[in-house]
């Protein structure tokens, strides 16, 4: 169903079962899955809001079963990059919240409200972002975290871990969602102790790093977070 009012531009492929709101523009080039419901006003596909972008042709992707509510702009990648934003599936999109252009976004995240990315930023699956989170360019957002209403995030959050603030600050792991997700208290309590090497102890990160990694082969969770730390670009919030 495409609602009334809406406008959907050349090279716009829209899976089956995926609902459109009144009044919802989307350009192309753009691929939707299947089963997604997209509410009024919202701005999918549209060029990047860079001014290096010189019409060249990238695109956006939707995966499957994403609701993505009024007011939310998704823009398309650049060709700085590798052209493309991607969202996953199962995620849910809050109302003005704002994915910018070259940004990937994995599985069954949540954006609050006004929650915005600048550009190039990556977030894991099952992660969290609180009304009016404010994400820099280039960060990394760690699978399972959860990140508080209006954090200010210019460094890369470590998968599982809670933050909050301006600017964001580490405060422990994310318990609550993790035992909601079936995780294990032997699995909390690994990750609790990574947490304590990593922002509680004298050791440097890459140190911290490495007891994780030999840890991973009694807990495989830890996996996720060695190769985390090991892969982060701008360093992690401290």
Not at 139 to 162: E, K, L, N, T
Not at 211 to 228: C, D, N, T, V, Y
């Amino acid at each position: 169903m495409v609602g009334p009012y809406s406008v959907i531009g050349s090279g716009v492929e829209i899976g089956a079962g995926t609902w459109i709101g009144p009044h919802v523009v989307i350009n192309g080039p753009t691929r939707i899955g299947r089963d997604n419901k997209i509410y009024q006003f919202a701005s999918l596909g549209d060029a990047p809001q860079d001014k290096k972008y010189a019409g060249e042709n990238t695109r956006l992707e939707i995966g499957d079963r994403n609701v993505i509510r009024e007011y939310c702009t998704i823009n398309r990648g650049t060709a700085q990059d590798k052209g493309v934003t991607r969202i996953g599936h199962d995620n849910w999109i809050m109302a003005y919240a704002h994915i910018a252009h070259d940004c990937v976004i994995g599985d069954q995240t949540i954006f609050a409200n006004a929650a915005s990315l600048a550009g190039h930023v990556t977030v894991g699956d099952y992660a969290i972002l609180g009304g009016f989170t404010l994400v820099h360019q280039f960060c990394a957002i760690g699978a399972h975290c959860f990140c508080g209403m209006g954090s200010v995030i210019s460094m890369d959050v470590p998968p599982y871990v809670m933050v909050s603030g301006h600017p964001a600050r580490p405060h422990g792991i994310n318990s609550e969602g993790l035992k909601r997700r079936g995780f294990s208290a032997e699995a909390l309590r690994a990750l609790r102790e990574a947490y304590k090497l990593i922002y509680k102890s004298s050791l440097t990160l890459s140190e911290a790093r490495e007891q994780i990694a030999a840890k991973a082969a009694e807990h495989p969770e830890l996996e996720l977070l060695a190769r985390f730390l090991e892969q982060s670009q701008r360093g992690i919030v401290r």
